[in-house]
Every structure is written in structure tokens, then in C-alpha cells.
């Protein structure tokens, strides 16, 4: 299987991603927000590029979620930290969220034959859910304001690494190069992600902001086990199993 790691939004072209599985990640933090939000019993997740579209879709009982420069937007519910996010807040609501970079990723990844949503959080069940399909698959980070960012990429070599671990003896993994660097920064910093994450721009940057916990919370490895795809312009846990 052929795997193309992407850098960030801006480097995406639209005939690298059409007809393909695209696991499109943000781990700080839109994608982690959303991840957190599902396992937390929210119903389903409407992902939009820009505030006027989400005011759009505000009704009653909907929830609107995210950011702009980390901060929550005014009127809406809540930010983009994922601790925002708990049981009692989202079980059974549907939530629209819009963020900076990660929402604009999944609207550009519009063309894929599939689109999930990763994040260091569920890598393994990403994996999974690929190995499991055939034909080309592209990680989208969706990194930071057209941007590369070191978070993004360290998942996407996790990703890779899960894959390999995952993918019968008779089918090859092939990376492109960007990919196979991504997997040997996961591998040197593996047992130090916490700390890794923390000493990046955009982790320094939250941290700054009082979001130290959401790094934290963010940098977690696997801990959630399903791979949720983008359906009809939503996402669902249940989508986690179609
Ligand atoms: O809220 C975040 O973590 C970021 C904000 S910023 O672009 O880094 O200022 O948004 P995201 O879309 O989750 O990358
Ligand atoms: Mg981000």
C-alpha cells in the first residue's frame, strides 16, 4: 500500500487526495476536540470551514464549537480544548465546530473516497481501519496556518509505524519521503511525547494561552478505539464502524 504523508493544508492538491482514504489529523487540537467529544457520547460532529457557516447551522439544541487565534468564538459554547468537551456537555447532542486549521483540512480532504479523523489518540484504530481497505491512502496534517507542524507529523509517523505493525505479511507499506522522515522522529521521541509536545510552537503557544492540560490530554497514545470517517458532512462514532 502506498502511503503519502502531506505537510499541511497549503501542500494538499486535490488529485492527491481524490479517490483515496485521507486520515486527516490536527492533534492540537481540533481533531483530538473532536475525538474527545464522540467518546464522550456527543451524537454527531459538523465540521465547517468558517464562524458565518456555523451560525448558519445553529438551531435549537445544537451546540457550536471552536476557535480563532486558541480563543473560543464569541456566542459560541464552547473553544477548542478538548477538556471543554465532557460527558455531561456533549452526550447525545449534535455539535457544529469550526477551528482554524483542522476543520479546513477535512473541507479540503472533500474529494477523498473516505475521510477519517486521526489524532495520536486513536492512531492504532486508524491503522486499523486502512489496513482493512484497498488502494492509496494519504495522511493530511493539517498543520498550523499552512505551516508544517511537528505535532501533525510525529502522528502521522505513529500512523505509519501502526500500519506497518498492522498490515498482513503479503502487502508492503511504501512511504513517501516525507513520511519515512515522520516515522523516524516518532521513533526517537516515542517515549518522550508529553515533553515533545510541550516544546513545540504550537504546544508552547497553548501553554502560554492556560492549555498546558489540553497539550497533555492531546499526547496521549491510543487511547480511544475507533476511527470515525466523515459521512454526508458529518461524523459519527457509529460511522466508526461502517
Ligand atoms: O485551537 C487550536 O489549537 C488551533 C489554533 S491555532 O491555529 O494554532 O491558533 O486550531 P486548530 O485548527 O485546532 O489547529
Ligand atoms: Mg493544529
Do not use: W
Not at 146 to 159: H, V
Not at 189 to 199: A, G, I, W, Y
Not at 216 to 239: E, M, T, Y
Request: one cysteine or more; proline letters at 3%; hydrophobic letters at 40%.
Amino acid at each position: 500500500m502506498n502511503v503519502q504523508v502531506i505537510s499541511s493544508v497549503n501542500e494538499a492538491r486535490t488529485e492527491d487526495l481524490q479517490h483515496k482514504t485521507v486520515i486527516v489529523i490536527d492533534v492540537l487540537r481540533a481533531t483530538s476536540t473532536m475525538l474527545t467529544a464522540l467518546a464522550n457520547g456527543c451524537r454527531d460532529i459538523t465540521p465547517v470551514e468558517t464562524v458565518i457557516q456555523a451560525k448558519q447551522l445553529q438551531e435549537n439544541g445544537v451546540l457550536l464549537g471552536g476557535e480563532r487565534n486558541c480563543k473560543k468564538i464569541p456566542g459560541f459554547d464552547f473553544g477548542n480544548s478538548p477538556l471543554e468537551y465532557t460527558e455531561s456537555e456533549v452526550n447525545g447532542k449534535s455539535l457544529v465546530i469550526t477551528t482554524t486549521n483542522g476543520t479546513r483540512a477535512i473541507q479540503k480532504a472533500g474529494k477523498a473516497s473516505r475521510i477519517l479523523i486521526g489524532s495520536l489518540l486513536n492512531a492504532r484504530a486508524c491503522a486499523e481501519r486502512v489496513v482493512s481497505t484497498c488502494g492509496e491512502a494519504v495522511i493530511l496534517c493539517s498543520g498550523t496556518n499552512d505551516a508544517f507542524a511537528l505535532e501533525d507529523g510525529l502522528c502521522a509517523g505513529l500512523i505509519a509505524q501502526e500500519l506497518i505493525d498492522h498490515m498482513p505479511s503479503s502487502k508492503q507499506v511504501t512511504l513517501n519521503d516525507l513520511g519515512l522522515s515522520m516515522l523516524y522522529a516518532y521513533r526517537d521521541v516515542s517515549d518522550r511525547l508529553p515533553e515533545t509536545l510541550l516544546s513545540c510552537v504550537n504546544g508552547k503557544r497553548l501553554t502560554r494561552l492556560g492549555f498546558r492540560d489540553d497539550v497533555l490530554h492531546c499526547a496521549r497514545v491510543n487511547v480511544l478505539p475507533f476511527a470515525p470517517a466523515v459521512q454526508d458532512g458529518k461524523i459519527a462514532a457509529s460511522a466508526a464502524c461502517l
